[in-house]
């Protein structure tokens, strides 16, 4: 089901309030070519905390900066120990309603792309393609020194091998998949080197302080530039890396749409933010437009 768009954007500075009503979804998606910008909000139904919604981990948790895990040998230990417990459990998430249905919208061919500030690999257990991850993936590990690449299962294995036993209960679980431990239960965690060099292992993702690379950047501006409108689910908005593509569409006149709890620092430039909860909101959409609501989408 195609629907005609009639999104018109206004560029009054004012924040849109915020509402129940749909039809702000439906009438983008029916018109096609949306753009979707996924945050945290949408794997938060996966069992996934988010950073600053009601309950948020930033409350509690500050998470590792690029500079201190570079710098910090006990840094390091201490963020793979939290790591290496917190995948046990993040690598278990499965998609949820919310990750099906951006699949379901894909595949009836109503998304021109999908960017995604996550980094749990959800939107792609879900079924969908070609997703951009913004700020990278924890599936994968990378050398800081000679820049080789490694599966997280394989270093995951080798980090069960050189730390037999440890098997800490966490406080909570974070989006980044990093779990709180205190000082004496990180205890002396094991680290273990690159198997190519024996340099130092990061995970394949963008930490705090670290900047997303240029060329993604360019990639996801120019999916912005060939999108009808942007479609924005479970994101706050609040770090640069994703609201700079929600100003890139205003700016060049295309509708923003914001499905998300709380207010956002984009909702100046939006049309309208919906509130609901966003497996219920995504799943009545598709239903609306006339897409199979068999319980997978």
């Given at each position: 089901m195609r629907m005609r768009p009639t999104l018109n954007w206004t560029p009054t500075g004012d924040l849109p309030p915020g509402t129940t009503d749909l039809e702000p979804v439906a009438e983008a998606l029916g018109a096609g070519g949306v753009l979707v910008l996924s945050g945290a909000g949408i794997s938060t139904e996966s069992g996934i905390p988010d950073y600053r919604g009601e309950g948020g981990s930033l409350s509690r948790h500050t998470p590792m900066t690029y500079q201190e895990f570079?710098?910090?040998?006990?840094?390091?230990?201490?963020?793979?120990?939290?790591?290496?417990?917190?995948?046990?459990?993040?690598?278990?998430?499965?998609?949820?309603?919310?990750?099906?249905?951006?699949?379901?919208?894909?595949?009836?061919?109503?998304?021109?792309?999908?960017?995604?500030?996550?980094?749990?690999?959800?939107?792609?257990?879900?079924?969908?393609?070609?997703?951009?991850?913004?700020?990278?993936?924890?599936?994968?590990?990378?050398?800081?020194?000679?820049?080789?690449?490694?599966?997280?299962?394989?270093?995951?294995?080798?980090?069960?091998?050189?730390?037999?036993?440890?098997?800490?209960?966490?406080?909570?679980?974070?989006?980044?998949?990093?779990?709180?431990?205190?000082?004496?239960?990180?205890?002396?965690?094991?680290?273990?080197?690159?198997?190519?060099?024996?340099?130092?292992?990061?995970?394949?993702?963008?930490?705090?302080?670290?900047?997303?690379?240029?060329?993604?950047?360019?990639?996801?501006?120019?999916?912005?530039?060939?999108?009808?409108?942007?479609?924005?689910?479970?994101?706050?908005?609040?770090?640069m890396s994703g609201l700079r593509f929600v100003r890139h569409a205003a700016q060049a006149g295309k509708p923003v749409v914001i499905v998300n709890r709380d207010p956002t620092r984009g909702d100046q430039h939006a049309v309208a933010r919906v509130t609901l909860p966003l497996g219920t909101a995504l799943t009545t959409v598709a239903e609306q437009l006339g897409i199979p609501g068999d319980g997978t989408l």
């Open positions: 570079t710098a910090s040998a006990p840094a390091r230990r201490r963020y793979w120990a939290r790591s290496h417990l917190g995948w046990r459990t993040f690598g278990r998430a499965r998609p949820n309603a919310g990750h099906r249905a951006v699949a379901a919208f894909q595949r009836h061919g109503l998304l021109s792309g999908v960017i995604t500030q996550n980094v749990d690999g959800l939107h792609q257990a879900a079924g969908s393609e070609g997703v951009v991850e913004l700020h990278g993936s924890l599936d994968r590990v990378v050398c800081l020194t000679c820049g080789a690449f490694t599966p997280r299962r394989e270093l995951a294995r080798r980090l069960e091998e050189a730390n037999a036993g440890f098997a800490p209960v966490a406080a909570a679980m974070n989006p980044d998949g990093d779990a709180d431990l205190t000082d004496e239960q990180v205890g002396d965690f094991h680290v273990v080197p690159c198997t190519v060099c024996g340099g130092i292992l990061k995970p394949d993702v963008v930490f705090f302080g670290e900047s997303v690379p240029p060329s993604r950047v360019a990639h996801c501006r120019a999916l912005v530039d060939g999108a009808t409108s942007l479609l924005v689910l479970g994101s706050s908005l609040t770090v």
